[in-house]
T-cell receptor, first 114, second 113 residues
Framework: DAMVIQNPRYQVTQFGKPVTLSCSQT?????MYWYQQKSSQAPKLLFH???????NEADTPDNFQSRRPNTSFCFLDIRSPGLGDAAMYLC?????????????FGPGTRLTVT | GNSVTQMEGPVTLSEEAFLTINCTYT??????LFWYVQYPGEGLQLLLK?????DKGSNKGFEATYRKETTSFHLEKGSVQVSDSAVYFC????????????FGKGMKLTVNP
């Protein structure tokens, strides 16, 4: 089945230690998104790629970076995690503009910062 | 940009009860509207969508009708099951044909046997 895969499902990192979360998709979608979701809240968009074009949200901290080396893979890098960065990180894809196309979400990576 | 207001909960129902989750929106034009569901410990899944006024989206016994007169997209199910326990999010494009979504705050539903 075509899908969005996130690894690992659970990640523990130390305060200030860089961490990378990965996302892959077999849907061949143009758009890939990274969201941060904290407990009992809606997902918050961090950034997205439309093909190779990177689009950062204005309020995304510089501590968060992303890479998309090819259509299938996208990475979220947190350069110096703080305790406030503990959250669920969701990757999503969309075939094209959301106007008519839904987003497909991965299962998420739950990040714990110790 | 567009915005959405959603009933927040949490809500607890007994199995076989009727469910309504209210969602109203403010938008320019007539964007597609979505309901997403998030089961415990998982990512979001599209539950249903409607792409134009008066469309009815339906899936897994859930329904929602795109009402432009009342700018609403309420989610309903006639008889909920324990397996419907989840968080439900109403969503629409942030603006125009945007590739970004704006989500409601989510409503946590617990269904007891």
């Amino acid at each position: 089945d075509a899908m969005v895969i996130q690894n690992p499902r659970y990640q523990v990192t130390q305060f200030g230690k860089p961490v990378t979360l990965s996302c892959s998709q077999t849907l061949n979608h143009n758009v890939m998104y990274w969201y941060q979701q904290k407990s009992s809240q809606a997902p918050k968009l961090l950034f997205h790629y439309y093909d190779k074009d990177f689009n950062n949200e204005a309020d995304t901290p510089d501590n968060f970076q992303s890479r998309r080396p090819n259509t299938s893979f996208c990475f979220l890098d947190i350069r110096s995690p703080g305790l406030g960065d503990a959250a669920m990180y969701l990757c999503a894809t969309s075939r094209d503009l959301v106007g008519g196309y839904e987003q497909y979400f991965g299962p998420g990576t739950r990040l714990t910062v110790t | 940009g567009n915005s959405v207001t959603q009933m927040e909960g949490p809500v607890t129902l007994s199995e076989e009860a009727f469910l309504t989750i209210n969602c109203t929106y403010t938008a320019t034009g007539y964007p597609s509207l979505f309901w997403y569901v998030q089961y415990p410990g998982e990512g979001l899944q599209l539950l249903l969508k409607a792409t134009k006024a008066d469309d009815k989206g339906s899936n897994k016994g859930f329904e929602a009708t795109y009402r432009k007169e009342t700018t609403s997209f309420h989610l309903e199910k006639g008889s909920v099951q324990v397996s419907d326990s989840a968080v439900y999010f109403c969503a629409l494009p942030r603006q125009g044909g945007s590739e970004k979504l704006v989500f409601g705050k989510g409503m946590k539903l617990t269904v007891n046997p």
